[in-house]
C-alpha cells in the first residue's frame, strides 16, 4: 500500500469529517482528497527540497520559540496535528512521534517572551495550538496575558477546517479568558472544506469576540485556477472571515506534485483583482528559503518612467500617472 510506505517517512492522518468533505477519495480527482490522501509522488524528494524549508532552526532562541522579526514570535506549543497535510511546511517536524514542549521548556519558552519587551505579538502554532485541552489553553492564554508588552495573541490552526466539532464553546472561552485581543487564523484551502459544520465552529469563533482570519497555501490540483481561488474567498468573506494571505508552496520533502510557479500565481492574482471584492483578496507571499522572512510577491501594476508612473488596471489596461 502506498499509505504504509508513506507513513514510514511522514505523518499520515485523516479523520471522518475531512473524508466527509471528500466527493471522491482518490487525490487525483479531488481537491480534499488531494490535500490528505498519501501520494506515490511524495517518496521522491528534489535536491532542492529542504528538511527546514523557512529556516525556523536558525532563529530559535530557545525550543519552541521562532524569533524572526523584532515585534512577533512563534510559539510552538504541540507538534501534532488533528489531521496530516501532505503538503505540509514542516513535513518532517509535524506528527505523533515528535517532540512536545517539556514542562521546563515551556517555561524557558515563556521567560524567552517575558525578557524581551519588544514582542508585541504572540502567534500560537505548531503542529496544531488547538490540540491542547482547553484547560491547558486556558493556562496558555492567562500566562501571555500576564505578560505586559504581550498586546495580540494569534492562533495559528488547521483544526476549523479539518475537526470542526472540536472547537468547543469551552474551548472558545479558554482562548477569550485574557484581555488582550485573540485573532484566529484558519488554515483551508478549498470551498468544499466549508462545510456545515465549519460554518458553524466559525460563527462560534466570531460570536465569542476573536477574530477570524484564514491562510491558504496555493497547491497544484487543489487551488490553482481562478474558480477554485474565487469560490474559496468569497465563502470565507461570507461567513466572516478575512482572507489573510496565500501562501506560495514552501519546498519541504516529498512536495514536488503541488508546485505552482510564481509566476502563474501571480497570474491568478492579478486575474482575481476586480473580479472579486477587495475583502475577498489575500496578500500571496512567498517565505523565503534559509529565513529571510516573508515578501509578498504581489503582481507588478506600477513601474516607473520618466517622471511618473505607468500604471496598469485590472483589465490591463495601461495609464500614466504623473
Ligand atoms: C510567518 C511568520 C510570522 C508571521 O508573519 P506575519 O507577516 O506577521 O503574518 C512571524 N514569525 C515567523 C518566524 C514567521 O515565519
Ligand atoms: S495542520 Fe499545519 S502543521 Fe499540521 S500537517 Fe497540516 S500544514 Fe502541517
Known sequence: MIEDRVAQHYAVGMNDHV???????SPDDDPVARQYVPDEAELSSLEDELVDPIGDHDYSPVKGIVHRYPDRVLYKVTSVCPVYCRYCFRKTMVGPGQDVLRKAERSAALDYIRKDANIWEVIMTGGDPLMLSPKRLQQEIADLNAIDHVNVVRIHTRMVAADPERITDEMLQALSSGDKMVYLVMHVNHAQEITPRVQDAISRIRRQGIVAL???VLLRGVNDDEDALESLFRGLVQCGVKPYMLHHLDRAPGTQHFRVSIARGQELMRAL???????????YMLDIPGGFGKVPLTPQYCHEHGAGYDVTDYKGEMHYYE
Do not use: D, I, N, T
Open 19 to 25: 473524508r466527509g468533505a471528500m466527493r471522491f477519495h
Open 214 to 216: 484564514s491562510q491558504s
Open 273 to 283: 483583482r476586480g473580479r472579486v471584492s477587495g475583502l475577498c483578496l489575500p496578500e
